[in-house]
């Protein structure tokens, strides 16, 4: 069964901080792996999209990393901002038939605090 | 601006009456699809659509119904809603190949009582 785990639950952190999110998968056969961004109430955003090949995908103060041999990926914030606190969903792509098949993470809840 | 719309944002129903969730996107994308949001699940896919006339069932579809009559429009109809259909649900939608950015919409708070 594909699954997407996420870790943790959720996290406080001072603003200006650095922190990191990790996701860990078993999802089969894989094809790509998203990281979203979602405030309370709202719809999720894309942060970055990686695929197989891709180690490291920045976007602004948010990189993200892959390793497909082990299945995890992590999302790196670098001087959190207020505007950061939100959930950050890890969204595992799987290809089947020609469709692709999308296994949310629940997310992590991140909180920064002034 | 690439926009995914879903009306209502919120409502508030009484089980048994009928109702229908609109989602519109204005990016000319052939996939949509519906999910819902419970605490702590991941969002899960109720119905997806590949393009006009061509829809199939996700992982939780039992109690709903879509269409796809015109490519920008993915309406989510619960003929008769139950409580345990009181959710937050998500249109979203994107060119359908693999690794494209899949754009949501604000979402839908649903409560049957």
């Known amino acids: 069964k594909n699954q997407v785990e996420q870790s943790p639950q959720s996290l406080i952190i001072l603003e200006g901080k650095n922190c990191t999110l990790q996701?860990?998968?078993?999802?089969?056969?894989?094809?790509?792996l998203r990281w979203y961004k979602q405030d309370t109430g709202r719809g999720p955003v894309s942060l970055t999209i990686m695929t197989f090949s891709e180690n490291t995908k920045s976007n602004g103060r948010y990189t993200a990393t892959l390793d497909a041999d082990t299945k995890q990926s992590s999302l790196h914030i670098t001087a959190s901002q207020l505007s950061d606190s939100a959930s950050y969903i890890c969204?595992?792509?799987?290809?089947?038939?020609?469709?692709?098949?999308?296994?949310f993470g629940t997310g992590t809840r991140l909180t920064i605090i002034p | 601006e690439a926009q995914v719309t879903q009306n209502p944002r919120y409502l508030i129903t009484v089980t048994g009456k009928k109702l229908t969730v609109t989602c519109s996107q204005n990016?000319?994308?052939?996939?949509m699809s519906w999910y819902r949001q419970d605490p702590g699940l991941g969002l899960r896919q109720i119905y997806y659509?590949?393009?006009?006339?061509?829809?199939d069932k996700g992982d939780v579809p039992e109690g709903y119904k879509v269409s796809r009559k015109e490519k920008r429009n993915f309406p989510l109809i619960l003929e008769s809603p139950s409580p345990n259909q009181t959710s937050l649900y998500f249109c979203a939608s994107s060119s359908g190949a693999a690794g494209n950015t899949i754009y949501f919409g604000e979402g839908s708070w649903l409560t049957v009582v």
């Open positions: 659509s590949m393009n006009v006339e061509v829809t």
């Open positions: 996701c860990n998968y078993t999802v089969s056969p894989f094809s790509n």
């Open positions: 969204v595992v792509s799987a290809m089947r038939f020609g469709n692709e098949k999308l296994t």
């Open positions: 990016m000319n994308h052939e996939y």
